[in-house]
Nanobody
């Protein structure tokens, strides 16, 4: 069992930065792949980035070069550094945890979810 809590969202101007945090409980946190997803009003939940237990990362094309995902297993935490933010990045951002292999960009592969944190980027 893993429980996830996101923080760090807020309102920022275009071009600004935010750092999202995902704090996890559970002794086996280090064995999970952690993903970040976003959901804008009226849209489906979309993959943003993921990091495996070994530190291997993946990103959706629209955030490559702007966002960085990292993890600190000793602190049971995963971070999403978001730079050069754009208005189209506005959404609720969720962290999620999955076990085992399989696609890292599909929300259906993740069994544990946080409550989400709002990110709003003004133009």
């Amino acid at each position: 069992q893993v429980q996830l809590v996101e923080s760090g969202g807020g309102l920022v101007q275009a071009g600004g930065s935010l750092r999202l945090s995902c704090a996890a409980s559970g002794r086996t946190f280090s064995s999970y792949t952690i993903g970040w997803f976003c959901q804008a009003p009226g849209k489906e939940r979309e993959f943003v980035a993921a990091i495996s237990w070994s530190g291997r990362t993946s990103y959706t094309d629209s955030v490559k070069g702007r966002f960085t995902i990292s993890r600190e297993n000793a602190k049971n935490s995963v971070y999403l550094q978001m730079n050069s933010l754009k208005p189209e990045d506005t959404a609720v951002y969720y962290c999620a945890a999955k076990e085992g292999s399989g696609s890292r960009d599909s929300p259906t592969m993740y069994g544990y979810w946080g409550q989400g944190t709002q990110v709003t980027v003004s133009s």
